[in-house]
């Protein structure tokens, strides 16, 4: 706990920052300082008018009169004193308001021109503490202390000029020595005292410091049980804290009473001495009391003025730490007068750079390439290649140790830092939002932007659906660093910001990192659209997502080790090479673990399920329930404990929502290609009265609710499963639905249609059925291509599957006849793809190009409709638009190979017929 010499020396730089306030409002401060020194004298003039009153009464012939001048005068000086000192405070208010904030907001505004290296070593808590406690001790000198230590000074100085012109020079001279006894004894142990208060300070924000680091991993706390960890982290700082608390109370204490006793001392010796004069007549009981009146007046300031000097003292070290901060210069200084960044064609330029962050730690070597205008670069490699110290060089978070970055032939160092950031955007691979709206945080990209601007980024971004389904849309609060969002859901936001800022330079810093792969590929397309016509750098680890890239650049230890195309890398049997393998590896089995989780789950088993592990809550609130469910059994590919799960969450939801005696409504009925679950109640919830908030939340609930939905989970869940998952409330009541497309294939034997095969063809299939007979599979379901990919190849079938219409056109056009595959299974829902949206749009443009090419009758390409619309209407449909069997999902797997069977002979008559022609 010594004090060094540098503390002792420590010069505040607090006192030149009160003296520039003052002058900056020296009308206002010499206003207060007039109010101050007249509500002083008004106070000073109440011991001479009550020396009066008292001398008047202590007159035999004036008892028979009241003096009322005089005491009207003793409660008006009294008045005054209060007055002026209340008017001073509302003048001198604006000073300090207006000091403090300016202060702060430089403050602030300093702290966001530091670089990313300051901010990378900060403690958060340790650092809202000092600014905190700085500006506070601020504040205390220019308004408490000023305007105490000045009036007490005038009233003091006053107190001596009446005593030293009225009464006895013993007086004066022993206030005189109580003031300097009083000052220097205060002075020296204030000072030593000052060195228990800095360990404080500096406790007090490594507390609140680990206080907040805490919180803000809240959930890394629950992960590893280590509450006890971090309670004993906290509480040894505490108990260190409490002993320098104590140590700096008894030096506080010992200071009193010194104080104290000097006081004591001096009011002892003014009375005695005060006391003989009246004894001996030298002066009036008036006097007596008027030299009381002034002991007490002084000494009470007195000691004010040394709790003043303390609080202080106290402020201007709580300051110190905040002026270091301000000492604290940006790692890049920008030189004044620099022009903007003047983007023509947005080509970028690596130039033989070097950099480490540390000098004995070199990161890049020579590192040289170059993002022509409207290309795409990608950078790859393994964590700790270099691959995001490239991102923050391009937008200047640090210089480069030597070569140079350039846009259109301008060095960034030439430019306004403000100028190159305007120029670029960046999709981050860790997303934190403002704890504000959603709108706010995709707004932030372009301020001003309208909501109309907003909401179009969004569905470009494909989040717009999911954000319109909360109840409070686009001004949901996203909580601190948007916790309260799934991290696909803050990545999307992330990239609709991108979207809406609209740069001509694009970083994507792992951009769909935090996607999972059926979101992966949705976003992917909307990634590349924005990419395209504009110049763009991607930092990728999954390889899958950069094969367009006009040049890949492959990094390792800081060096680019390849470079070239994905078909080129894929040729020289290098790095990227091993790399590409190995995901590929690992997206095997990825899929292959997936298929083995995926079972067929029936719905209504799933459903009947949930309800009986919810009956007894469900009486115990006595909720009333309603179940439709359709005939028909309805059969999904799913994991079924995760689909339970998330029944399990939307149902108990409703059930909590829903008070006492509710009802609750649920439907289970086939929807086309879809079965669709839909649960339905009779609550409108509305604001409670005199409240303008709604009940209603972001996670789509009413507060406050015993348990909460996890929105972004459901959400997850159902769309991993190729399903949608919507929420809504109308004036009838809250209604959400889960559709899940059908099960492609049925888990047990048994036809569902007539396809043409006896029971007797069907038991003589065997592994090797279908040896030689081409597939193709035309479906938008995942699950359902790799369903019946799995059961076709098992039987020897060849199998190749396409997701869209339009892919599979594309592929027969550039296909001669003979090379067609030998049969079709086409799903009628094949989503939003162009006009290509149904199979019967498809199979139809497969005959007109049999046309052209004049295929005969036995040449034809024979087709199956495999889909979930299941209705005789259905079926005729897809006869008469070309197909020539027509099996509805969920289809026994038996009967589906059966029915190639029956179509195989065609098959191998269609490709003898090609052959011989």
Known sequence: MNCTRMDKKRLNPVWPILVAAIWRFRRRTSLAVLLVV?????????????????????????????????????????????????????????????????????????????????????????????????????????????FTIVPTLVEMASVLIILAAGYSLWFTVIL????????????????????????????????????????????????????????????????????????????????????????????AGVMLFAGDQVVHRGMTVGDLVLINAYV??????????????????????????????????????????????????GEVRF?????????????????????????????????????????????????????????????????????????????????????????????????????????????????????????????TMVGERGVRLSGGERQRIAIARAILKNPPILILDEATSALDTRSERSIQDELGRLARDRTALIIAHRLSTVVDAAEILVMDLGRIVERGTHDELLEREGL???????????????????????????????????????????????????TIFGNEQIRVTGNLSQLHQAAWDVLQYFMAVNPPGGRIELRLERSGANGRLMIMDNLVTSPPAGEGEPQMHAEGRSAPLP??????????VIEEHGGHFTMWQDHTGNTAIIELPVRALASSAGASESTGADHATLSKLDAHVLDGVRVLAIDDNVEARELIGIVLEMHGAKVASVNSGREALALLATLPSISWP??????????????????????R?????????????????????????????????????????????????????????????????RSAAVVNA
Request: charged share 20%; aromatic share 8%.
């Open 38 to 146: 007249l509500a002083k004298l008004a106070a000073v003039s109440v011991p001479l008018v009550l020396k009066k009153v008292v001398d008047e009464f202590s007159r035999p012939e004036m008892l028979a009169s009241i003096p009322v001048l005089l005491l009207v005068g003793y409660a008006v000086m009294r008045f005054f004193g209060t007055f002026f000192g209340e008017i001073r405070d509302v003048v001198f208010a604006r000073v300090t308001q207006r000091t403090v904030s300016d202060f702060l907001i430089r403050t602030f505004t300093h702290l966001h021109r530091l670089s990313p290296r300051f901010h990378s070593l900060r403690q958060t808590g340790v650092l809202t503490r000092e600014v905190e406690r700085g500006t506070a001790g601020i504040g205390f000198l220019l308004g408490v202390a000023l």
């Open 176 to 267: 005189g020595l109580t003031f300097v006894l009083y000052g220097v004894f205060t002075l020296v142990f204030t000072e030593r005292r000052a060195i228990y208060q800095r360990a404080l300070n500096r406790l007090d924000s490594n507390a609140n410091g680990r206080l907040v680091d805490s919180l803000l991993n809240y959930e890394t706390v629950k992960y590893y049980t280590g509450e006890k960890i971090e309670t004993s982290r906290f509480q040894n700082i505490m108990s260190e804290w409490i002993e320098v608390g104590i140590r700096n109370q008894k030096a506080l204490s010992l200071l009193h009473i010194g104080q104290s006793a000097i006081i004591a001392i001096s009011v």
């Open 296 to 345: 007490i007046q002084i000494c009470l300031p007195l000691n004010s003025l040394g709790f003043i000097f303390r609080e202080a003292k106290d402020a201007s070290i709580n300051a110190e730490r905040l002026f270091s901060l301000l000492g604290e210069r940006p790692e890049i200084e920008e030189s004044p007068g620099l022009p903007t960044l003047q983007v023509k064609v």
């Open 351 to 475: 130039e033989h750079v070097d950099f480490g962050y540390e000098p004995s730690r070199p990161i890049l070597h020579d590192v040289s390439f170059t993002i022509a205008a409207g290309t795409t670069v990608a950078v790859v490699g393994g964590s700790g290649s270099g691959k995001s110290t490239l991102v923050r060089l391009l937008l200047r978070f640090y210089d480069v140790g030597t070569g140079q970055i350039s846009i259109d032939g301008q060095p960034i160092y030439e430019v306004t830092q403000e100028s190159l950031r305007t120029a670029i955007g960046v999709v981050p691979q860790d997303t934190i939002l403002f704890n504000d709206s959603i709108a706010y945080n995709i707004g932030y990209a372009r301020p001003g932007a309208s909501r109309e601007e907003i909401e179009a980024a969004a569905r470009s971004a494909q989040v717009h659906d999911f954000i319109s389904s909360l109840p409070q849309g686009y001004d």
């Open 576 to 626: 990227y090479a091993q790399m590409w393998r190995l995901q590929q590896h690992e997206r095997e089995i990825e899929q292959t673990g997936r298929r083995l989780a995926m079972q067929s789950v029936d719905m209504g088993v799933l459903v009947a399920g949930v309800l009986a592990g919810l009956r007894a809550e469900m009486q115990e609130r006595h909720i009333d329930l309603y």
């Open 707 to 716: 348990v909460a939905l996890a929105r972004a989970e459901v959400d997850t």
């Open 822 to 843: 030998d049969i079709v299974l086409c799903d009628i829902s094949l989503g939003d793809d162009d006009v290509y949206t149904d199979g019967y749009a498809v199979i």
């Open 845 to 909: 443009r497969i005959r007109e190009l049999e046309t052209e090419r004049a295929t005969t009758l036995v040449e034809r390409l024979p087709a199956i409709a495999l889909t979930g619309f299941a209705t005789p209407g259905d079926r005729m449909r897809a006869l008469l638009a070309g197909f020539q069997l027509h099996l509805a999902k969920p289809v026994d797997p038996n009967e589906l190979v059966a029915a190639i069977v029956s179509l195989a002979g065609h098959a191998v008559r």
